[in-house]
T-cell receptor, first 115, second 113 residues
C-alpha cells in the first residue's frame, strides 16, 4: 500500500520570502502522479501543482515549483515570493495510474504567512 | 457549470440516526470518490465508483454505504451514526481519460453527538 508523509505539521514564513514544504512517499509502482493541494479556510480543495513520475523535469506553476526526487521518493513544494493569500493547509498526494486513480494524502502542513 | 456540489453543507446527528449525503457533478466524469478529513490525518478514501452502477471500498469503508444509480450522482449513507464519524466529508470526481485531476466539492461538516 502507498503511504504519504508530511513531517511538518506547521510552517511559517515572512511575506515575500520563500518557503519549502516537505513530502515523502512510499510506493512499489514505477508510474504514478504526485500532487500538491491547497485548502484555505473556505475548506475548498484547490490543485496547486501536478508532477508525472515518468517526467524528470520538475513541474512549475508561476510562484510554485516542486523538487521531485524519484529515487529518494521525495516531493517538496517551494513557494516563492510568499503572499498573504498563500496561507492555508497544504496536502501532498500520491495518485495511481491503474484502475480508479485513487489518491493517497499526507497529513497536511499548515502554512502561516507573517506580514 | 457548477462542478461538484454537496448536500447538505452542515449536519448534526444523534448517535444511531441515519442520513444520506448527496454528491452531484455536471462534468460527465466517470470516476467519483468519497473522502473524510480528520485533524492530523489528511483525507482518507471511504468508497469510490468507476462508473454508473459500480462501487468499491476504499481505505476506511466501515459504517458507510454508497450508491451510484446515475452517472452524475454519488450518495454516501450512514445507517447508524457514531461519534467516530464526526468529520468533514468531501466528494470528488475525475475523468477516466485526459488530464489527471480530481475535482472536489465544498465539503460537508458532520457532527455526531
Amino acid at each position: 500500500a502507498q503511504t504519504v508523509t508530511q513531517s511538518q505539521p506547521e510552517m511559517s514564513v515572512q511575506e515575500a520570502e520563500t518557503v519549502t514544504l516537505s513530502c515523502t512517499y512510499d510506493t512499489s509502482e514505477s508510474d504514478y502522479y504526485l500532487f500538491w493541494y491547497k485548502q484555505p479556510p473556505s475548506r475548498q480543495m484547490i490543485l496547486v501543482i501536478r508532477q508525472e513520475a515518468y517526467k524528470q523535469q520538475n513541474a512549475t506553476e508561476n510562484r510554485f515549483s516542486v523538487n521531485f526526487q524519484k529515487a529518494a521518493k521525495s516531493f517538496s513544494l517551494k513557494i516563492s515570493d510568499s503572499q498573504l493569500g498563500d496561507a492555508a493547509m497544504y496536502f501532498c498526494a500520491w495518485g495511481g495510474i491503474q484502475g480508479a486513480q485513487k489518491l493517497v494524502f499526507g497529513q497536511g502542513t499548515r502554512l502561516t504567512i507573517n506580514p | 457549470n457548477a462542478g461538484v456540489t454537496q448536500t447538505p453543507k452542515f449536519r448534526v446527528l444523534k448517535t444511531g440516526q441515519s442520513m444520506t449525503l448527496l454528491c452531484a457533478q455536471d462534468m460527465n466524469h466517470e470516476y467519483m470518490y468519497w473522502y473524510r478529513q480528520d485533524p492530523g490525518m489528511g483525507l482518507r478514501l471511504i468508497h469510490y465508483s468507476v462508473g454508473e452502477g459500480t462501487t468499491a471500498k476504499g481505505e476506511v469503508p466501515d459504517g458507510y454505504n454508497v450508491s451510484r444509480l446515475k452517472k452524475q450522482n454519488f450518495l454516501l449513507g450512514l445507517e447508524s451514526a457514531a461519534p467516530s464519524q464526526t468529520s468533514v466529508y468531501f466528494c470528488a470526481s475525475s475523468p477516466r481519460t485526459g488530464f489527471y485531476e480530481q475535482y472536489f466539492g465544498p465539503g460537508t461538516r458532520l457532527t455526531v453527538t
